[in-house]
């Protein structure tokens, strides 16, 4: 089974910036689509930002020029800096993983969150 861990959540003023971190237990790390999702009380997780396993990214419109996805498959670790925050981008921030080619760690993954709030 693999597992995803993340980091580097906190409470942070609005304009501030903070970095979070997912490392994987996998073996196959580099082979994941991985992505980052958000979610608050009573609302659906949205996506956030996505990296391909061959660095193609994608970023909510909401995010677009202030939060940047990055990887790094030599550490197992795909990172999300995001900066100019704003009160509205305040919930849990999940990371993801997905494989579905023909491995025993093929799936769809998930952490168990982390907090980000953003507040004066």
């Known amino acids: 089974q693999v597992q995803l861990v993340e980091s580097g959540g906190g409470l942070v003023q609005p304009g501030g910036s903070l970095r979070l971190s997912c490392v994987s237990s996998?073996?196959?790390?580099?082979?994941?689509?991985m992505s980052w999702y958000r979610q608050t009380p009573g609302k659906q997780r949205e996506l956030v930002a996505d990296?391909?396993?061959?660095?193609?990214?994608n970023y909510a419109a909401s995010v677009e020029g202030r939060f940047t996805i990055s990887r790094d498959n030599a550490k197992n670790t795909v990172s999300l800096q995001m900066n100019s925050l704003k009160p509205e981008d305040t919930a849990v921030y999940y990371c993801?993983?997905?494989?579905?080619?023909?491995?025993?760690?093929?799936?769809?993954?998930w952490g168990q969150g982390t907090q980000v709030t953003v507040s004066s």
């Open positions: 993801n993983a997905r494989y579905w080619g023909f491995h025993a760690e093929a799936g769809n993954y």
């Open positions: 996998g073996r196959i790390f580099s082979m994941y689509d």
């Open positions: 990296i391909s396993s061959g660095g193609i990214v």
